[in-house]
């Protein structure tokens, strides 16, 4: 018996050391992965004097805090349009990349036709194929139809983007849903459109939801496009607005520029915090599932 | 899963007893079945042929004419590429940075979801959730915050090596700093994706493998080696496969740090054919840039491909 004690007393002082270490470890790679947004936000928040003087520890704000650069990045800079334009172009995009995927993954979940095989997994290559593989020809494609320098060319482009990821996943979700569900409410007399409506869409929500999420930071983070695609303020989105035009002032307003970033990359990072746990679900199904 | 015959079905439910009216309200759904399926595929086909695949085709073409785009040219343009010196570099400096920074994300992804995985359930949300805000934030905005860390002038990472050191490091300004900080930025930015599948991946080995294991007196190398190791081969794989992909195609990180500086040894082919094509004016030039990356994205492709379609025959 006294041997069994020690021996379990030894395995929860291990256990107790093995979690000390974990936390020590996590902590070090945690201060890695928010050192740059922490130094952003640090900065933001500092006036330009104390970020133009060399003196005293970088990563404390020591001569009090502003808000003058997001004051001025809100008044004075083209800013608001930049994320009017990515509210709208973001907009558009979810929902021609939600109901182009929705409709195709309820046909490819469900019914056999000619070629369905294949063009799920013709689907499936497309998400394999990089935005920096199609941009110029897509150039020309844009310029001819004369939408270069419209913000309404991303809203073309961006669900090449979503549809095929988003496709992926909705077929798996529509896939699980049990066919008893459709065969009964084949009986009760519905048709496809109240079976995608009343039944499929609303058991599958949680998917739609991870693939909108999906659609929203494909459409907001994207870069290429918009460098490639659109030159005046009018029509910039926040990507390309903030590194382009915010940078090109006669010297570097670091504060503001950090502001604009921070502001930004914001919508994206807000959505995570309440919506990670659908994003994951839906990105580890297919990957995992079996 | 079962059988998804259309026929399959109608030919299971007809043989239930059931009304006349009911069996052939039936008989007409799944008979337009087929042609419904098909038109509802229709906006997904004319997006992925109109927007994915008639553009590839016609970058092959733009790839064979000449700079202003009015006379056929053949191969020239490839073959001026292969004299170049710099596009040899872009080459090199591609695989450098593929190799590199998706090792790196995979060895840190994988030691990071064992220690998120290792504390107490309860705990585990926050801490993935703080190692996701890096992937989280676009790219080309949080590659903002990076620059601003090695500033020449202002840096803060100098700062603090200054500090200890005594040294100061021209992060952006010399070739293999400037390539160590696309590098660098791209491990921070990608390493929380293989966190998730990791993450996701550990929690799918059945427990009671490590309880036998425990019982037979393994230890923790042990376990690793032969159970978690063999049991996530799949998930590593299309993870690493997956990421090789994103991190080869990169364009963002590049483009904002360095803008493939210092003379252009931080050029991938996405930010190189950038520069060619839309700035440079040379569209032909750049469509041919970024074809070379389509051999290697194939045999990507065909690697994952084979390992997905491996799943769907084992469920």
């Known amino acids: ?290 | 899963m079962n059988e998804q015959a259309v026929q399959g079905q109608t030919a299971r439910l007809g043989s239930e007893p059931k009304t006349v009216d009911d069996s052939s309200r039936f008989k007409m759904l799944f008979r337009r079945k087929s042609t419904l399926a098909f038109l509802l595929c229709v906006p997904l086909l004319i997006l992925v042929f109109g927007l994915i695949v008639y553009p590839f085709f016609y970058s092959i073409f733009l790839s064979l004419l000449n700079k202003k785009e009015t006379r056929f040219v053949g191969l020239a343009n490839y073959l001026f590429l292969f004299k170049r010196d710099t596009f040899w570099m872009v080459v090199r400096q591609s695989v450098l940075f593929t190799f590199t920074a998706v090792f790196f994300k995979a060895l840190i992804g994988f030691i990071m979801a064992h220690l998120i995985d290792y504390l107490p359930e309860n705990r585990q949300r926050l801490w993935r959730g703080l190692a996701l805000i890096a992937w989280v934030m676009p790219p080309a905005l949080s590659t903002l915050g990076w620059w601003w860390l090695f500033e020449p002038s202002y840096s803060a990472i100098n700062w603090i090596l200054d500090g200890l050191f005594g040294i100061t490091i021209p992060w952006l300004s010399e070739t293999f700093w400037a390539r160590f900080s696309v590098i660098t930025v791209n491990i921070w930015f990608g390493t929380s994706f293989f966190l998730i599948m990791y993450l996701a991946g550990l929690k799918s080995v059945p427990q009671d493998l490590y309880e036998a294991a425990d019982i037979d007196g393994a230890n923790a190398w042990q376990k690793l080696i032969h159970i978690t190791l063999p049991m996530m081969r799949n998930i590593i794989a299309i993870t690493t496969l997956f990421s090789t992909i994103v991190t080869f195609a990169n364009f963002d990180i590049v483009r904002v740090l360095t803008g493939g500086g210092p003379t252009n040894t931080t050029h991938l082919f996405g930010t190189y054919s950038f520069l060619k094509g839309i700035q440079g004016g040379d569209i032909p030039l750049g469509a041919c840039v970024s074809l070379f990356m389509f051999p290697i994205l194939a045999v990507l492709a065909f690697f994952i491909l084979r390992n997905v379609r491996q799943r769907v025959r084992e469920i």
């Open chain 1, 1 to 290: 018996m006294i041997i069994r004690k020690t021996f379990f007393g030894d395995v929860h002082r291990n256990r107790r050391w093995a979690l000390f270490a974990a936390y020590f470890f996590l902590t070090l790679f945690i201060i890695f992965f928010l050192f740059p947004p922490f130094y952003m936000l640090i900065t933001s928040l500092k006036t330009n004097e104390e970020i133009s003087s060399m003196k005293g520890f970088p990563f404390i704000i020591q001569q009090g805090i502003t808000l003058s650069h997001y004051k001025k990045l809100l008044t004075e800079t083209p800013f608001p349009t930049f994320f009017k334009n990515t509210v709208i172009v973001t907009f558009f995009s979810v929902l021609v990349s939600m109901a182009i995927s929705i409709l195709a993954a309820y046909a490819l979940a469900r019914m056999r036709f000619w070629g369905s095989g294949v063009l799920a997994t013709g689907v499936f290559l497309t998400y394999l194929v990089p935005e920096t593989l199609l941009f110029i020809p897509l150039f020309k494609v844009i310029g001819g139809l004369g939408l270069l320098n419209s913000k309404w060319s991303l809203v073309l482009v961006f669900p090449t983007l979503a549809v095929p990821f988003c496709t992926w996943i909705m077929i798996g979700y529509f896939a699980s849903i049990p066919k008893e569900l459709d065969e009964a409410a084949v009986i009760d007399g519905a048709n496809w459109y109240q079976m995608l409506f009343q039944i499929f869409i609303p058991v599958a929500m949680p998917g739609i939801i991870a693939a909108t999420i999906f659609a929203f930071t494909i459409s907001w983070a994207n870069f290429l496009y918009p460098l490639a695609f659109l030159y005046s303020n009018e029509e910039l989105v926040l990507t390309v607005g903030t590194v382009s035009t915010l940078i090109r002032g006669d010297v570097m307003h670091w504060g503001g520029l950090m502001a604009g970033a921070l502001l930004a990359a914001s919508p994206p990072v807000i959505l995570y915090a309440f919506l990670m746990d659908y994003y994951i679900s839906g990105l580890t199904a297919g990957a995992v599932k079996n």
